[in-house]
């Protein structure tokens, strides 16, 4: 029967080589006697590996597709392939004659050593039987995370779609409360600053119930006041409430004896050592660009970088300015900088670097003055520049989506800098803002995360999910009202126009084809360029959102090789490997979700097992293998990630036949 399913195999690749038939026409013929002869082969292949995947990066509609298990699979028992080999005879237990002697022991159920137990996740360990997901996998529904099997939980894409006031309340955002120091018998007060994004709500504030030793706290008016009772540390809880949910924030409050008084030559009660200055790396710019100078990796052993002119810039010998960060403007040629960094006790220590300002050699078609060196793009759109890439609709290339030497697009790096500079007042920016000041090691981390809450959850140059765009293609999972299917609806009131002519027959990818005139542009699951989500749409589903992330990550300065969207089955979301970080970070801003777990992963989705593909403004690129990923060490991916990795790095070798199959079986 082995044989027969193989022969089928090899027909189906043979002929879609020989005769540029489809393969997909081809598995369709064959669909009934195949799933007939596979439902007859070994129960024990794994469902888990088969290759189901779909044509869209939201949502499955395409009804053509067939699904089907194409992979040799493994036998739980004997560790032999149930496709293409040939069968080793078995003993009761799943064992061969070889293994005999070893095997006669077994587990209390009867699963052989180092072998997995017919119940999931189960593995048979020297006669124990353990929990091991990693080898063994989870019982359906369930997902392996750090080696125990957890429930899944539904993917939500985020947005406010539904009726019910509850569901669509915004928890208060209370700004960081920093460490507090006071005296014993003595008084410190410090605010609470909340922000709420439901208009008219009421605000309170009050402080946890549970007694404290070391501190007496109160509360007036959002003003939190201390007064030290006890040498010691406490942890006081404060509640936020806007009536509906609450918040806890806790503060840390240590009470000592006598505050510690400044001596020369002694830091804390230790000898006091020289700071490190560290100026960074060379920066290469080009005239009018603005350079920030960065002192953030410079440190001192005794903490003492604390006194207004710490960090002093200079020249060829003339001061430049004070700050641990500082932004200036260089003209044409190399530039040496000194940094001098000074304790509080006097003791200094410089570093230096070269900037170094030439002639743009990409964006040279625009006025942009932020895109990353390593870009092949010189352009914004509407541009065929770079690889002809397709997510979703068919993009001529890849510098008209990925927009990296967008000038239109500036204004949002310029935010960045101020807030990373402490320069930013805008309200609605505040609370990216401080997460970013408050979670980075260096500045451009700072940015980084600043673009990343500022399409999440803080909403600020993306809200809610484009459901018109789902409606329009005819994804009833996602649109919010079965009457909005096939329509360009729900709309807001400033993109009326845009057209959707989809029907159940006639049902294409949309494109986007004008800035100006909206009834141009086809809305159907459409990729739209950066410009166009962040400027004109300022909604979008996962592509948008991931595009808009990875332009702009990679105009703050992030290589290729750092800043991914990554295409799933039926969906799409980023990875990041941030200065100072070994490893990626994957993040997921759809529809501001607060898809940030900084040393994880996100919740709600299995983002290591389902990555596919990974683009940016050099079109498709290679993907990181799970060990490169934070939170997804010893996850194994699913076979279309297994697949595409395989299929990158043989590019060059009958890279028509093998993509073909690759993209017939994924899609």
């Known amino acids: 029967m082995k044989r027969v399913v193989i022969f089928i195999i090899l027909l189906v690749v043979i002929s879609s080589s020989a005769y540029a038939f489809s393969i997909r026409d081809i598995l369709s013929d064959f669909r009934d006697s195949f799933v007939g002869l596979a439902t007859k082969t070994d129960s024990s292949i794994d469902s888990s590996q088969s290759a189901s995947v779909s044509s869209l990066s939201d949502a499955s509609t395409d009804t053509s597709s067939v699904n089907l298990d194409l992979t040799p699979t493994t036998n739980t028992t004997n560790g032999t392939s149930n496709l293409g080999e040939t069968q080793t005879a078995t003993l009761p237990g799943g064992l061969t004659p070889a293994e005999e002697t070893v095997s006669s022991k077994v587990c209390a159920d009867g699963t052989g050593y180092s072998q997995c137990s017919q119940t999931k996740p189960l593995y048979c360990n020297n006669g124990v039987l353990i929990n091991n997901c990693n080898q063994c996998g989870c019982p359906i529904e369930n997902e392996c995370i750090n080696n125990q099997c957890i429930k899944k939980e539904p993917y939500d894409p985020g947005g406010q779609e539904g009726n019910d006031e509850n569901d669509l309340n915004i928890l208060p955002q209370v700004l960081p409360i920093g460490l507090k120091i006071v005296k014993i018998h003595e008084s410190i007060q410090f605010p609470v600053i909340a922000i709420d994004e439901n208009e008219g709500d009421i605000i309170t504030n009050r402080l946890s119930e549970e007694p ?3 501190v007496d706290c109160s509360i007036s008016n959002s003003i939190i006041t201390c007064e030290g009772i006890n040498v010691g540390e406490e942890i006081i809880t404060i509640i936020t409430s806007d009536g509906i949910d609450e918040k806890e924030t806790r503060v840390e409050v240590i009470v000592l004896d006598n505050l510690p008084e400044q001596q020369t030559g002694v830091a804390a009660g230790f000898g006091n050592t020289l700071p490190t200055a560290d100026a960074g790396l060379d920066i290469t710019g080009f005239p009018g660009q603005k350079i920030i100078l960065d002192a953030s990796k410079s440190f001192d052993n005794e903490g003492l970088l604390s006194i207004p002119d710490t960090y002093k810039w200079y020249e060829n010998n003339n001061f430049m300015g004070s700050g641990k960060t500082i932004e200036s403007i260089f003209s044409l040629g190399t530039h040496a900088v000194k940094l001098v960094v000074t304790d509080s006790e006097g003791e200094t220590d410089e570093d230096s670097l070269n900037v170094i300002i030439k002639e743009k050699k990409a964006c040279k078609n625009t006025n942009t003055f932020y895109y990353p060196e390593d870009t092949i793009c010189n352009s914004k759109w509407p541009v065929k520049e770079g690889e002809e890439i397709k997510i979703n609709s068919l993009t001529d290339g890849s510098c008209g989506l990925f927009e990296v030497c967008s000038d239109d697009i500036d204004y949002v790096i310029e935010d960045s800098i101020k807030c990373c500079n402490g320069e930013l007042l805008d309200p609605d920016k505040t609370i990216a803002c401080s997460f970013a000041n408050e979670n980075s090691e260096t500045f451009r981390n700072c940015q980084a995360f600043y673009v990343i809450k500022s399409l999440g959850n803080s909403a600020v140059y993306l809200k809610d ?4 765009e789902m409606c329009c ?3 009833d999972a996602l649109c919010p009202k079965e009457d909005y299917l096939y329509t360009p609806n729900p709309l807001p009131d400033y993109l009326r126009g845009v057209r959707c002519s989809n029907t159940p027959d006639n049902n294409p990818n949309g494109y ?12 159907a699951l459409f990729d739209a360029p950066a410009h166009s989500s962040l400027n004109i749409l300022k909604t979008g589903t996962c592509v948008d959102y991931s595009v808009s992330a990875t332009t702009l ?16 089955a039926d969906h799409a979301y980023n990875a990041l490997r941030l200065d100072l970080y070994k490893k990626y970070l994957i993040f997921d801003m759809t529809g501001n979700n607060n898809g940030l777990n900084i040393g994880g992963v996100p919740g709600g989705y299995e983002y290591c097992e389902n990555v596919l593909r990974c683009y940016n403004d050099l079109g498709q690129v290679q993907c990181p293998n799970n060990e490169k990923i934070m939170g997804c060490e010893g996850i194994k991916p699913k ?6 990795d395989v299929g990158f790095k043989v590019t060059n070798i009958f890279v028509d036949l093998f993509n073909k199959i690759r993209f017939e079986i994924l899609r």
């Open 465 to 468: 999910y484009f459901d018109a």
């Open 212 to 214: 404290t030793e070391f």
């Open 473 to 475: 293609k005819g994804v």
């Open 512 to 523: 986007w084809a004008s800035d100006t005139r909206l009834e141009l542009n086809e809305i």
């Open 553 to 568: 990550l990679r105009k703050i300065g992030f290589s290729s090789e750092d800043v991914l969207t990554i295409e799933a």
């Open 639 to 644: 076979l279309g990630r297994e697949a595409q």
